[in-house]
Nanobody, 114 residues
Framework: QVQLVESGGGLVQAGGSLRLSCVAS????????MGWYRQAPGKQRELVAT?????STNYADSVKGRFTISRGNVRVYLQMNSLLPEDTAVYYC??????????WGKGTLVTVSS
């Protein structure tokens, strides 16, 4: 059973920074990519950033130039700078295997005050 545990969320003022971390545990076969998604109140879950096993990254247009994704072996990080109130959401860690099986964390809340 694969588990993903996020940490690093919290309350920050607009313009501030936060760093999210996610660690995967359990029996993990061939990670294809890890990433971060977010869901704001009343909205659908959306992609924030992903990083593949070879280091290729993909970002939502809304976070390009402000957020940076990086990863270790079974960890993924999201450095968030210049935060905006519209970045307020629950952030979820995602892991996708080469067999296209996906796992999700329970989420960590990021609140950006204006």
């Amino acid at each position: 059973q694969v588990q993903l545990v996020e940490s690093g969320g919290g309350l920050v003022q607009a313009g501030g920074s936060l760093r999210l971390s996610c660690v995967a545990s359990g029996i993990i076969f061939s990670i294809n990519a890890m990433g971060w998604y977010r869901q704001a109140p009343g909205k659908q879950r959306e992609l924030v950033a992903t990083i593949t096993s070879d280091g290729s990254t993909n970002y939502a247009d809304s976070v390009k130039g402000r957020f940076t994704i990086s990863r270790g072996n079974v960890r993924v990080y999201l450095q968030m700078n210049s935060l905006l109130p519209e970045d307020t959401a629950v952030y979820y860690c995602n892991l996708r295997t080469r067999g296209l099986v996906e796992y999700w964390g329970k989420g960590t809340l990021v609140t950006v005050s204006s």
